[in-house]
């Protein structure tokens, strides 16, 4: 069974940078895009950044210009580079795989990232 493994979180500054790693435990193919979401205290989980098979990005709208999402297809990790953090980015960040064959999804544990202000 494939597992998506994260790291990278933790405690900064408001104005710092975090970059967060996930990595698939396994071999998994026929992922359809990588992305990262994330879930802070009594809110929904959100779309953070999101990249195809093709290299198309997605992006929140309150992360544009400050957060990047990258891949390596060859070692199936997916990145996110986060500068500029502001304190309202404080969440549980979750790393998913969308596949086009069962599971169709893939999820991370998650991993917490703190700003304070």
């Known amino acids: 069974q494939v597992q998506l493994v994260e790291s990278g979180g933790g405690l900064v500054q408001a104005g710092g940078s975090l970059r967060l790693s996930c990595a698939a435990s396994?071999?998994?193919?026929?992922?359809?895009?990588r992305g990262w979401y994330r879930q802070a205290p009594g809110k929904q989980r959100e779309l953070v950044a999101r990249?195809?098979?093709?290299?198309?990005?997605i992006y929140l709208d309150s992360v544009l210009g400050r957060f990047t999402i990258s891949r390596d297809n060859a070692k199936n990790t997916v990145h996110l580079q986060m500068n500029s953090l502001k304190p309202e980015d404080t969440a549980v960040y979750y790393c998913?795989?969308?596949?086009?064959?069962?599971?169709?999804?893939?999820w991370g544990q998650g991993t917490l990232v703190t700003v304070s202000s």
């Open positions: 396994g071999s998994i193919f026929s992922i359809d895009a």
């Open positions: 990249i195809s098979r093709s290299g198309n990005t």
């Open positions: 998913h795989f969308a596949r086009s064959i069962v599971p169709r999804e893939v």
